[in-house]
């Protein structure tokens, strides 16, 4: 029978990809279309038929996953799934991977560069100079001696906790999965939960992931929690916090301020509360957008497409190094969809090197 060549094609949600990630891609003869609205998606993916998916953060649901008919792998540009209906994915055979690490420092920089903006008030001060005030009264927070509070002790949360240090803050944390005597022997004070852990800490960074469809783990009762005067770090993913009611904490002084680089929706309304709060530092979710970051993430999220569809279309099992990005590996690993196979078995088709 004569083969088949069928060069794989590439959805990527977003309105480009860093040129090294390209050039993955180019290399392994893939056809790449870029798009970004929720319907041109869900377009593309009903009439284009992608291969895989490279997902940014636009939301990838269940009903536009059951229009490709091609589509047998999904992998995100970064770490964290959230916009992706994950369990979907899973009913439908689809794997879902991950970019894990590829961020992990330029994030921590930043949550840590929010820490010290948030604490000695630098955007306070940055606006009341240019708009003509000299008001040189010291009302930031020395932040060495303070306690900084991390949920979640993984890739990220770990540089923070030794950036802390340096600067002189005590380092305390919380993680359900994570490795408390590493933590330990790292001088980290451990807590076996978030509510233990509240109303110790000066800072409360969180660095975990969101449940799709759960409710905030930051709501107005751990607020309320808080040590009066603290202050809220959110480098993770909007909804991990009740903004509504954050910013009725930031309003009554209970907490002294938050800084917040990614929210429930992004862009914000425009009569969000926060956007009012001047004890409020915004940032439009670029924790992770360094050009060495968005790099390796771009060159991570490729490699592991090409990777696995290649794989599939010879027949072979994807590696370990691949499977070990598998969000949904516990239910995909052996029932993964594969267009690839002919009905009756063979493999008559087969992707263009």
């Known amino acids: 029978m004569e083969e088949i060549v069928l060069p794989m094609r590439i959805l990527v949600t977003a309105t480009g990809l860093h040129e090294k990630g390209r050039q993955v891609l180019s290399r392994a003869g893939c056809d790449v279309r870029f798009e970004t ?19 940014r953060t636009v939301e990838l649901p269940g009903e536009v996953m059951r229009r490709g008919r091609d589509l047998s792998a999904i992998v995100k540009h970064g770490a964290g799934v959230n916009n992706i209906d994950v369990e979907s994915a899973t009913r439908q055979g689809i794997p879902v991977f991950a970019t894990p690490g590829a961020n992990a420092h330029s994030v921590a920089e930043f949550t840590v560069a929010l820490i010290l903006s948030v604490c000695r008030q630098v955007p306070r001060f940055d606006r009341e100079v240019r708009d003509g005030l000299w008001d040189r009264r ?35 944390a919380t993680d359900p999965f994570g490795d408390a005597a590493a933590a330990r022997r790292a001088g980290v004070k451990w807590y076996d939960g978030l509510d233990d852990l509240l109303a110790g ?12 469809g759960a409710p905030p783990i930051i709501d107005a009762a751990r607020l309320e929690a808080m040590k ?26 209970h907490l002294a301020g938050a ?10 309304v425009a009569d969000h509360p926060l956007l009012t709060a001047p004890n ?25 497409l090409v990777s696995y569809l290649r794989d599939l279309a010879s027949g072979g099992a ?15 690993e052996g029932r993964a969809k594969d267009i690839f196979k002919a009905p009756g078995g063979t493999r008559p088709r087969h992707i263009a090197e």
């Open 201 to 212: 800490v000066d800072v409360l960074s969180l660095h975990c992931p969101a449940e799709r």
């Open 228 to 253: 009066p005067g603290a202050f809220l770090v959110n480098t993770a993913r909007g909804e991990l916090v009740d903004e509504a009611a954050l910013a009725a904490a930031l309003a009554s002084g």
């Open 318 to 332: 994807p590696g370990e190094e691949i499977w070990s990005r598998c969000v949904n590996r516990a239910g995909i």
């Open 259 to 268: 800084a917040l680089d990614t929210l429930q929706q992004e862009p914000p």
């Open 138 to 172: 010291g009302e930031g927070r020395q932040f060495s001696g303070m306690t900084l509070g991390l949920v979640g002790y993984g890739r990220i949360a770990r540089r923070v906790a030794r950036m802390a240090a340096c600067l002189g803050m005590s380092v305390a």
């Open 280 to 304: 409020a530092i915004l940032t439009p979710h670029v924790g992770g957008s360094t050009p060495e970051a968005l790099e390796a993430m771009a060159v991570g999220a490729a490699t592991t």
């Open 37 to 55: 609205a929720p319907e041109a998606i869900a377009a593309a993916v009903r009439d284009w038929q992608p291969h895989g998916i490279l997902s």
